[in-house]
């Protein structure tokens, strides 16, 4: 997504980022589909094998539609960029290596410190506190070297520009991204696991039935675009919109029945959380070159995107720990007598198996454990409303 700043001119980049967005939907709409159909067919794993094959000719379609001497394409004056000079001294030295390593270990504690929290240790061991206590330590250690090599260096590229931390608007955009990174990567990963556990249907009958979200996303984003682009709307307007619809979607996901039926309007609760979190995801993406020095469009665009997944695994860790704390121990105490532990959640084979009446009770307990992540996702679409409010300027932001 980033190259797309240097590929063609501003006033197109709304086009090019709906364009993206409409591919982006073909994926989301066939990935969970085709996900269900191979692991309830055969291994789980080759839905990670059957990538290799796939990512072939995404390769070569990418060789072969960059332009010569991208970025520098259309530039006579520019020298003949060559793949040797491409892994040559004098670009390597202009990367931060050190801010690389930093943010992925500062990154991986911190996920992995939430995601062990309350699933095998508790919080209060000293693995949980020593992994987040280090993310804490790697996270200011990775602000002071981004300061120092922002402030000294002429070569080296920051990851992450002190500049950012100056700028206020993009320190707004860093935390939309964030907070939507829950209510998007979550709503796809636990709505197929839900469609499978309480209401019984197969995976790939799950995911079919996100096809309500996952459409709706790249339609959102669609709008967004032309909206913001061709219209002009003010970006505010469209990511208070996306904030607003993201929180009524997933609270009306939280009010579901906690039953093995799937009420019909599920599907409309979908489309409006779905539709949200399209919105938001172009929109942080066609504002970012307009608020940014132009050396930092392509950084700056990187960040937004970086944001969005780390604030999934972060929400995932936080969903997960608040499923696990409710449903295990009654689950462990409704099936204890069928030789079932409360240290994991019980497969959707398991549960066919079991009698009706608790079959039944447990679906019912499974359901509440997931409303109550829905509520969490809610939160966290809400917390994008004080973060886009903030945003608010004399002269609205336009793109």
Known sequence: MPMITELGPPEKLAKYTANISSIYGVSLLCGPILGGAISGNTSSRWVFLINVPAAVPAFLFTIFAIPKNFPYHGQRNRPQLTFKKLIGKENRSRLDIIGAVLLLLATLSLTAGFEEAESRFPWKSAYVITLLTMSGCLWIALLAWERRVTAQSKTVEPILPWRFMKNRVVIRLLLNSLFLGGPWFIGIFQLPQKFQLVHGTSALSAGIRLIPFTISAPIGSVVASTLCGNLKVPVIFALLNSACLQTLGFALLSTLPETSHIPPRMNGYQVIAGFGCGINISTLVLIVPFVVEFRDKAVGMGAVSQLRPMGGAIVLAITTSVFNNYTRPRLGELLGPLGYGSSN??????????????????????????????????????????????????KPIRV
């Open 345 to 394: 959640v019980p497969t959707g084979e398991l549960l066919t198996h079991l009698p009706t009446d608790l079959r039944e009770e447990a679906r019912g307990i499974l359901a509440h454990g997931y409303n109550l992540q829905m509520i969490i996702l809610c939160a966290f679409a809400a917390a994008q409303i004080p973060a886009t409010l903030l945003l608010w300027q004399k």
